[in-house]
Every structure is written in structure tokens, then in C-alpha cells.
């Protein structure tokens, strides 16, 4: 009798003792961005074939086709999310392919890992292997690259890992350009600060690594991701951060491609992993 009262005794003991700390847990609540609600996406599954997916984009007009890479085939798909029918074209051999982008509406860019850009024309999307590909080998300096986003005639870059940097203060942006007749090259550089940044993440000081940048059309801010850090941040059209928003890892279970509509609906790409790879769509609603 005595000792069952002192193992019921211990179980009670330890069931008040859960239930403390379990009630002292804080849930964590992730906030959207203005317009958007982070808890309510559309989401699109996509096939084995973009399993690895990395960078998306639109070609204007054809809101219904996302232009995707993967990180390595050197191929470039262009999926309906209707009809869930795509095409392939091989534009270069395998490596790792990190962003994709439409250079003056006429143009594909698609950056490698290394800061090689492959540029080709529109016109050559749908073809199974790509003809003329311009390409610039390490035209950026050394070190890790993830995104990229043209506005007009300018790309844009970020560098995710550079020894140049000190990111948990600092990332770099590269802005390239093509002069009519010339070959694209760097026209300036400057950094983002985010020295800041980790005051609102829970991680404490982290170094940012970027992974995809967009801007939106709507609001001229820029988006820029951190899949490692499971980061957002918005960023005003002179590249000062405004606003960081943890985003929930069940949902962004490794977020690489980040794209807008002219609508200013936000679609966001996760690589598979061991699961299924998808694209989540985030419709815009005026604040």
C-alpha cells in the first residue's frame, strides 16, 4: 500500500510539474507583411522534376506560367498552374543554379551559385535545348550567390556567403548592366545593413545569408529571403529595412524562389527535400 501511494505520489507530482512548464511555453506567432496573410496560402504541389526547385519568375502577360530553375540540370521550365503541363529547355550543363529573372521583358538571366549569369533570349523558352546563351563565367566576386531580380535594364544580386562581408552587420548588393552592343558587367555596388536584424529574430545575432530577392509593384518595397534563418525582410526602395518577419518553417520549409505579380500577389517556391516540393501563392489585399 505504501508503495503505491509513493509512485502515485511521484505521478502527480510530475504530471503538475509538465503541466507548469507546458503552460509556461510560449506558442510562436509569425505576422505577415502588409496585404498579405502568411496563414492562408494557395498552394501548388509540384512534379519530381522541380523537386529541386531554386528561382522563379513571370514573363509579362502570362500570369498563369511561372519560369522555374532547379539547382542542377541547367534547365529552365516553364510551368502552367492551371493545367500543371510544363517544358524544359536546357540552357546550359549541370551545376548549381540558384535564381532566375526577365531582363527588359526580352531576355532570360538565371544566376549560378558562383556568380556566373546565362542570359538568352525569350523567344528560345519553349525550345528543348537553347542555342545562344551569353554567358559570363565569375563575373561577380568570389563567393556564394542566391538571388537575383532585374528592374528594367539592371540586375540585381545578393551575395548569400562572401568573405568581404561581415553579414551579421552587412550583405552586398551588385547591380550589373548591358549597354546596348556591350557585355553586361557591374555598374555599382553597396551594402544593406543589418546589424539590426537579429534584436527580432529568436535566434539572437545571426548572419544573414540571403536566398531570393523581389520587389513589389505595388508598394516598391523590396522582399528579400533567408531560408537558412526562416527570415523575410521588407525593405524600402532605397534598401533600407523596414520590417523582419520570422516566417513558420512548416509552412517555408526551404523558401529559394520569390516572385510578384503585377496584381502584387506574392508567390514563394520551397524546395522538397525528402517531401514534395510546392509554390505558395499569397494574394494581395489593399492594408
Known amino acids: 500500500m505504501q508503495k ?38 494557395e498552394k501548388f504541389l509540384l512534379p519530381s522534376e522541380l523537386n529541386e526547385i531554386s528561382g522563379i519568375t513571370f514573363l509579362k502577360g502570362y500570369s ?36 532566375v529573372t526577365i531582363l527588359n521583358n526580352n531576355k532570360v538571366a538565371v544566376l549560378k551559385s558562383d556568380g556566373s549569369i546565362f542570359i538568352f533570349s525569350v523567344r528560345e523558352i519553349n525550345k528543348e535545348k537553347i542555342d545562344s546563351v551569353e554567358e559570363y563565367n565569375a563575373i561577380l566576386p568570389a563567393g556564394e550567390y542566391e538571388g537575383l531580380f532585374a528592374c528594367k535594364d539592371t540586375l540585381f544580386t545578393l551575395c548569400k556567403k562572401c568573405i568581404a562581408d561581415k553579414q551579421a552587420n552587412e550583405v552586398t548588393v551588385y547591380a550589373l548592366v548591358q549597354p546596348a552592343g556591350a557585355p553586361l558587367a557591374i555598374s555599382h555596388s553597396f551594402p544593406i545593413d543589418v546589424s539590426k536584424i537579429y534584436m527580432q529574430s529568436a535566434k539572437g545575432k545571426v548572419k544573414f545569408h540571403p536566398s531570393g530577392l523581389a520587389r513589389n509593384p505595388v508598394t516598391n518595397e523590396w522582399y528579400i529571403l533567408s531560408s537558412v534563418n526562416k527570415l523575410l525582410l521588407v525593405l524600402d526602395l532605397n534598401w533600407n529595412v523596414k520590417e523582419v518577419y520570422p516566417i513558420d518553417p512548416a509552412l517555408f520549409k526551404q523558401p529559394e524562389g520569390i516572385v510578384f505579380n503585377d496584381k502584387g500577389d506574392l508567390y514563394i517556391s520551397n ?17
Open 4 to 41: 503505491t501511494f509513493y509512485y502515485l505520489s511521484i505521478c502527480i507530482t510530475c504530471f503538475f510539474i509538465f503541466s507548469f512548464f507546458s503552460n509556461c511555453t510560449t506558442a510562436v506567432v509569425y505576422k505577415s507583411p502588409a496585404g498579405y496573410d502568411f496563414a492562408k496560402p
Open 64 to 99: 498563369d506560367t511561372i519560369l522555374a530553375i532547379e539547382d542542377e540540370h541547367g534547365k529552365l521550365f516553364a510551368y502552367s498552374l492551371s493545367s500543371k503541363k510544363f517544358n524544359r529547355s536546357k540552357f546550359s550543363k549541370k551545376g548549381d543554379y540558384e535564381d
Open 271 to 287: 524546395e522538397g527535400g525528402e517531401g514534395v516540393a510546392d509554390i505558395l501563392l499569397f494574394k494581395y489585399q489593399k492594408p
